[in-house]
C-alpha cells in the first residue's frame, strides 16, 4: 500500500469510527503523545485529547446523533505529516473538512480535525456534463 493510500486508509478509518458511533476506535485514530486541536462547526477550540474525546462521545451520544459521510477526499503527505481535505455530507449539510495526521511508527495518526460549512459536496468527473472550451 502507498504512503497516500495508507493515509486516504487513515482519514476512512476515522470516518467509520465515526459513522459507526465507535468511540474506541476514535480513540485508537487520535494520536495520544503528540498535540492535537479540533475544531467542530460552532464550537471553540479544542486542545486537550480528553475534551477531544468527550466531543465526540457528546455528538454521537446524543438524542441524533448525525450520519456521516466522507466524499472527495485529497491527500498530500509532508514528510511524517499528512493532510486530507474531505467534504462531509451531514443529513442535507455539507461541510468541508480538514484532517491532519502524522506518522506513528507504521501508521497514520490524527492530530488535528477542523470542519466548516460548504456550499455543495464537489462534482464527481464521472457524473459532470462535458464543459465545452471552444
Known sequence: MSEIDALIFANEAFYRAFADKDIPGLNA???????VSCIHPGWNALDDREDIMQSFAQIIGGPAPPQIECHAPKATI??????VICYEAIGGEVLVATNIFVRGGSTWQMVHHHAGPASSLPLD???SDP???N
Do not use: C, R
Open 78 to 83: 509532508h514528510g511524517d505529516t499528512g493532510i
Open 131 to 133: 464543459v465545452s472550451i
Open 29 to 35: 485514530i487520535w494520536a495520544e503523545d503528540k498535540s
Open 125 to 127: 468527473p464521472e457524473e
